[in-house]
């Protein structure tokens, strides 16, 4: 079965701290890879994403990602977080192969930046 | 703007009653699809459309109905709302295979 593990129900860091939000995924074909943000009382806002090419991937905010395929991870990454990065972050994958369009998600990762 | 708008973004209802989510997108998408969020299980797909008169089951259809008569608005309909259909719903539309966009979600309570 597909699936997306975001092994840390919660992160905490220190504001100008680095951050990792971590995710593996498990999928029988090539994935394509997304992390969106939710926050509080909003919906879902599009952060980057991997197709192919370079396995470093750069998106909005400051974040990047790394595409690691012999792992299966794809962890999220900010050099210097800041308390207003504070929200429920969501990975997800979507087969290649698919035409239907449908993400499968990781149950989510809530990070907490203080002061 | 390009958007995705839900409404309504609250409904308390009692067993039994049906209700219609509305959902619109203004972005010419192909693909869109009702999510629904509950605490600890992430996001759950109910039903998707790929296009016009094509619509498919997701991983959590039970309960559900959607259509899909235009291309801009896809409605999720629920007959006989239960009270575990208690969730926070999300609509999301995309091209074919980009990033999807998603509404700011419609928090039911089904009492």
């Known amino acids: 079965a597909q699936s997306v593990a975001q092994p840390e129900d919660q992160v905490n860091v220190a504001e100008g701290n680095p951050l990792t939000v971590k995710c593996t995924y498990s999928v029988s074909g090539n994935p394509y890879l997304f992390w969106y943000v939710q926050y509080p009382n909003r919906g879902l806002q599009f952060l980057l994403k991997?197709?192919?090419?370079?396995?470093l991937v750069k998106g909005s905010y400051g974040f990047e990602a790394e595409f690691n395929k012999s792992q299966t991870s794809f962890h999220l990454k900010k050099p210097s977080a800041l308390v207003s990065d504070s929200a429920l972050y969501f990975c997800a994958v979507r087969l290649v192969s698919s035409n239907t369009g449908k993400l499968i998600f990781g149950q989510g990762t809530t990070l907490q930046v203080k002061p | 703007e390009a958007q995705v708008t839900q409404n309504p973004r609250y409904l308390i209802t009692v067993t039994g009653k049906k209700l219609t989510v509305t959902c619109s997108q203004n972005m010419n998408h192909e693909y869109m699809s009702w999510y629904r969020q509950d605490p600890g299980l992430g996001l759950r797909q109910i039903y998707y459309s790929m296009n016009v008169e094509v619509t498919d089951k997701g991983d959590v259809p039970e309960g559900y109905k959607v259509s899909r008569k235009e291309k801009r608005n896809f409605p999720l309909i629920l007959e006989s709302p239960s009270p575990n259909q208690t969730s926070l719903y999300f609509c999301?539309?995309?091209?074919?295979?980009?990033?999807?966009?998603f509404g700011p979600g419609t928090r039911l309570t089904v009492t």
């Open positions: 999301a539309s995309s091209l074919a295979r980009d990033e999807q966009y």
């Open positions: 991997y197709i192919t090419g370079d396995n």
